[in-house]
């Protein structure tokens, strides 16, 4: 509101201009409806400045060269492990075919083992009398 009338009072276009209000001692105070009554002893000096009056703006950069330098290397490393890959993925489905094979083979001698003992488990029968007296 205090900017407004004094934007109004003066002629002056609020979005191009600062205002700064510096107390006796030239330390900036805020610029609201709270502030003690001007005084002789204890005048208060307001300042009117553009938009970076007195500085000019830089441009904000960041220096990306480290940045580029490091994921240019990591992009190289990720690519060199993809084309390892590429190269040795014939000779990984080779590998992995004969691991295959290798524990289908394990199985069937596992199942081999296991009918020779079934059948020999089938060819013993029950007589219907003990041969040998039980240890009771």
């Keep these: 509101m205090i900017i407004q009338i004094i934007t109004t009072t003066f002629g002056l ?9 510096r107390n006796h001692r030239g330390c900036l105070i805020p610029l609201n409806s709270s502030i003690p009554a001007n ?18 703006p830089k441009p904000r ?12 290397t990591r992009l190289q490393t990720i690519d060199r492990r993809i084309q390892r ?20 083979e394990c199985l069937n001698q596992k199942l081999r083992f296991l009918h020779k003992r ?7 029968s029950w007589k219907g009398v003990l041969t040998r007296a039980p240890l009771w």
């Design 13 to 21: 276009n609020s979005s191009d201009v600062i205002f700064k209000i």
């Design 118 to 124: 079934m059948q020999v488990a089938e060819s013993h």
């Design 61 to 72: 950069t960041i220096p990306m060269t480290v940045i580029n330098k490091t994921m240019k």
């Design 39 to 56: 005084s002789k002893h204890m005048p208060y000096v307001l300042e009117v400045a553009k938009t970076f009056q007195h500085v000019r």
């Design 85 to 104: 890959l590429e190269d040795l993925l014939p000779q990984i489905k080779l590998r992995h075919n004969e691991k295959l094979n290798q524990e289908i």
